[in-house]
């Protein structure tokens, strides 16, 4: 079986919104977009590639997937990330896009816990990656899809913006691994107990 | 200090009557993950011979009613012997645990007086309101988050929203046998510079 791994950058205060720029996501009024790159170092970034080498393939809600798609086909920096995500697999759930143009994306339509676990089901290695995609990864979790995380835990807050754990049930998990990096980024796995 | 889940719950940790306020359902979140090593932390933290403590109301009356007084553990002897400044807006003196006293009125200037009286600095735990208003004021110079493995879905946080941005400089990051990871912070930013 091929777990649900929801990957996603943090704050202390569990804020999830725009980490990667300004202009990534404003909803709400978020003024702090971009909060993660002065956190960016050389082993964040080995982090993230060792990270990005387990994934098989991709589950992108609506909104995340439009940023991805507008900017990864183009990237001229991270070009080992940009050339995984626009390879492999990406599943997107929206009941409002229609079309999904970024190579080898598929527009997801059906039963959100019957579609997943058909892909959980597919043989082969690797993980289903969930990135960014808050109000989807919150979806997968009430429907108790997510086999694990990963918390890229950065060490500010921010005080507002849109948080990971929203709207979610009670869920235990287990610790697997701890790293940091020079910057302070806390990177904690956790997978559901068996 | 401060006990948080995943989602950053940090009411009643402890146990299922310590503050139910809301109806919250999960009091004693953090009991099942207590280990030697968590215990040997907190052992040596409070085995030293001076130090103070800093709480809101609520967990003060919360830590007198459960630990004033008791022999059966390396912790009250030295929550009874140090120092406890209580702010709260309502308690009246005298408090009901020796070597209290009350902050009013303005917390936030007294703390910076009494700071520099404490070298030895203060040990904050629980307390969410005095929490916000330390860092509102910039007063809060150490953060030691043990985060629990679980998310409660519900719940008082501890960084509530609405409330001030701060960065910090990680210090420590451990993990003890139960899954919880006892990361250290210090106020600034990770590259040194000015807060």
Same mark, same amino acid.
């Given at each position: 079986m091929r777990p649900v791994v929801v990957s996603t950058f943090v704050t202390l205060d569990g804020v999830m919104q725009a980490p990667g720029g300004g202009e990534e996501d404003t909803e709400g009024g978020f003024p702090h977009g971009g909060w993660q790159m002065p956190l960016f170092d050389e082993e964040f970034g080995r982090l993230v590639d060792e990270e990005y080498g387990t994934i098989a393939g991709f589950l992108f809600g609506r909104k995340t997937y439009e940023i991805f798609a507008d900017y990864w086909p183009n990237a001229t920096e991270d070009l080992e990330i940009a050339k995984i995500l626009n390879t492999l697999p990406k599943y997107v759930w929206s009941?409002?896009?229609?079309?999904?143009?970024?190579?080898?994306s598929h527009l997801m339509r059906g039963d959100l816990v019957e579609e997943v676990t058909r892909l959980k089901e597919?043989?082969?290695?690797g993980i289903l990656a969930v990135v960014g995609s808050g109000r989807f990864a919150q979806s997968l979790m009430r429907h108790n899809l997510v086999d694990g995380y990963t918390l890229w835990v950065h060490?500010?807050?921010?005080?507002?913006g849109k948080r990971l754990f929203e709207d979610v049930p009670r869920m235990d998990l287990a610790l697997t691994d701890v790293r940091r990096t020079p910057k302070g980024v806390v990177v904690l796995r956790y997978r559901r107990p068996a | 200090m401060e006990f948080v889940t995943l989602d950053g719950v940090m009411q009643a940790p402890g146990r299922p009557d310590e503050d139910p306020r809301d109806g919250f359902p999960y009091g004693g979140w953090a009991a099942p993950y207590d280990s030697p090593e968590q215990f040997r932390m907190a052992s040596e933290g409070m085995g030293q011979p001076s130090g103070a403590m800093l709480l809101g109301r609520r967990t003060y009356l919360d830590f007198f009613h459960v630990?004033? @007084?008791?022999?059966?553990?390396?912790f009250s002897e030295w929550m009874d012997r140090v120092p406890k400044y209580v702010a709260s807006t309502t308690l009246e003196e005298p408090?009901?645990?020796?070597h209290s006293t009350l902050l009013r009125g303005d917390v936030a200037g007294t703390l910076k007086r009494i700071k520099a009286e404490e070298p030895a600095g203060m040990l904050m735990m629980g307390s969410g309101v005095l929490f916000r208003t330390l860092l509102e004021h910039d007063l809060l110079d150490r953060l030691v988050l043990l985060t629990?493995?679980?998310?409660? @879905?519900t719940g008082r946080r501890l960084f509530a929203e609405g409330g001030p941005p701060a960065t910090f400089r990680l210090l420590d990051a451990q993990q003890t046998s139960t899954g919880v990871v006892i990361a250290t912070y210090e106020r600034g930013t990770a590259t040194g510079g000015d807060r």
């Open positions: 009941r409002t896009l229609e079309r999904a143009e970024w190579h080898n597919q043989p082969g290695e060490p500010l807050v921010l005080g507002s | 630990w004033h @007084g008791r022999t059966d553990n390396p408090l009901p645990w020796q629990y493995p679980l998310v409660l @879905g």
